[in-house]
């Protein structure tokens, strides 16, 4: 068995915004040459999100519209008394900074519609992200 890591970085470019990453985590685990086993896909940042799903611009608009109904920016969060991001960390947390994928035959193994997308809730920023991939 082996244990691989590879570091890609993005930049996002506005406040709010959904990046599809598929193409470059699925080229990550290309390079670690795992054939069959698990990709850990992890954000080291507490203002984004990794989610699955599917890469519709309505969809993506509502997922942005949904965040700020939930979370909604100064709304007396405490963390913004020292900060003004207490609702990217909140939206964080609750969409979750990991995702795990099955490798196959050297390739993510995802459904026709779904993509890994990573969140921006806090931009514009340079984010980093780790593909673990473990097996063979
Ligand atoms: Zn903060």
Redesign the pocket.
């Known amino acids: 068995m082996k244990v691989k890591n590879v570091e890609l970085s993005f930049s996002t470019s506005k406040d709010f915004e959904i990046l599809d990453i598929t193409d470059e985590v699925s080229s990550a685990v290309k390079y670690t040459e795992v054939k069959e086993g698990l990709c850990l896909v992890f954000s080291l940042h507490t203002t984004t999100a990794l989610v699955i799903n599917e890469r519709e611009p309505g969809l993506l608009d509502d997922f942005r519209q949904a965040s700020s109904k939930l979370f909604p920016k100064g709304a007396g969060w405490r963390?913004d008394l020292i900060?003004t991001?207490a609702h990217a960390?909140l939206a964080s947390t609750f969409m979750g900074n990991f995702q795990v994928i099955p490798i196959t035959n050297g390739s993510l193994l995802l459904g026709t519609w779904q993509r890994l997308l990573l969140v921006e809730l806090d931009g514009p920023r340079r984010r980093r992200v780790i593909v673990t991939a473990i097996g063979e």
């Open positions: 963390h900060d991001n960390h």
